[in-house]
Nanobody
Framework: QVVLVESGGGLVQVGGSLKLSCTAPGRTFSSYAMGWFRQAPEKEREFVAAINWSGDSTDYIDSVKGRFTISRDDAENTVYLQMNSLKPEDTAVYYC?????????????????WGQGTQVTVSS
């Protein structure tokens, strides 16, 4: 069993920034791709960003391209999501997930372990 723990969420004004972190205490995910998803109230969970095992390939949903950056530090066993120029529509619970394979995937079925989520609220 792999436990993922997210942190860094909070309340921010439009145009602000937040940096989310995801770690797996006592475990390593260096051989796996990692992803971030989000779920807004009354909406389905959607893919946000993913990074492959080596960190040299990433993918983003169109609505966050140029604003969000996913990265990983395997020495720290942590994956990050830097979110800039935040908009009200970015408000959601953000989830970190570990992929079933080393290359990134952009759908939830490709992930087998999930964190509990961290709330991001962007106020206007």
């Amino acid at each position: 069993q792999v436990v993922l723990v997210e942190s860094g969420g909070g309340l921010v004004q439009v145009g602000g920034s937040l940096k989310l972190s995801c770690t797996a205490p006592g475990r390593t995910f260096s051989s796996y791709a990692m992803g971030w998803f989000r779920q807004a109230p009354e909406k389905e969970r959607e893919f946000v960003a993913a990074i492959n095992w080596s960190g040299d390939s990433t993918d983003y949903i169109d609505s966050v391209k140029g604003r969000f950056t996913i990265s990983r530090d395997d020495a720290e066993n942590t994956v990050y999501l830097q979110m800039n120029s935040l908009k009200p529509e970015d408000t959601a619970v953000y989830y970190c997930a570990r992929a079933k394979r080393s290359e990134w995937v952009d759908h939830a079925a490709g992930y087998d372990y999930w964190g509990q989520g961290t709330q991001v609220t962007v106020s206007s």
